[in-house]
């Protein structure tokens, strides 16, 4: 009696080959373009921040009759400051001020050069100036 002969079927080594180089070069290709549209992200993310942030100060006005001061700064949004005396918050929904998208903690001025306030960050490279994801980002453009 003969016994059948299993043949095995499989992808030959050159076949793993051309998948792994089309995969790399669908990666070479597409990448660069996500990380572009990332940071760009980043951005809007720290514009929308921004402008939560400016929304809580004025409520925040609105019941003390003026704005946190720069010592308080943006603390007094989320823990009532000693002096204050119709503080109805905290103003935000986390526990704590928020950082921008890069983990850096955003700047407060009180009063403002631009405004009754300024809310800033650096972007991505932590210093003034710079353009792309390197942009300054600020509550009064």
């Known amino acids: 009696m003969k016994t ?5 079927s499989g992808f030959t080594l050159l076949e793993l080959l051309v998948v792994l180089a089309i995969i790399a070069l669908l990666a070479g290709i597409v990448g660069p373009q996500v990380m572009k549209h990332m940071g760009a992200s980043k951005t809007k993310a720290a514009r929308v921040q921004i402008e939560d ?3 809580s100060l004025d409520m925040y006005k609105l019941d003390e009759g003026r704005y946190p001061n720069q010592q308080q700064g943006l ?4 823990q009532k400051p000693s002096d204050a ?3 109805n918050g905290p103003y935000l929904r986390k526990e704590k001020v928020p950082q921008d998208p890069w983990l850096q903690e955003y700047h407060y001025v009180y009063p403002g050069k631009h405004g009754a306030f300024d809310i800033f960050s650096y972007g991505a490279d932590g ?3 710079g353009e ?3 942009q300054d980002i600020n ?3």
């Not at 603390?75 to 989320?78: C, F, P, R, T, V």
């Open 53 to 55: 942030l400016s929304a």
């Open 132 to 134: 792309g994801e390197d």
């Open 127 to 129: 210093r003034e100036g």
């Open 75 to 78: 603390q007094a949004l989320i």
């Open 85 to 87: 005396r119709q503080w």
């Open 4 to 8: 059948p002969i299993r043949r095995q």
């Open 139 to 141: 509550s009064w453009e």
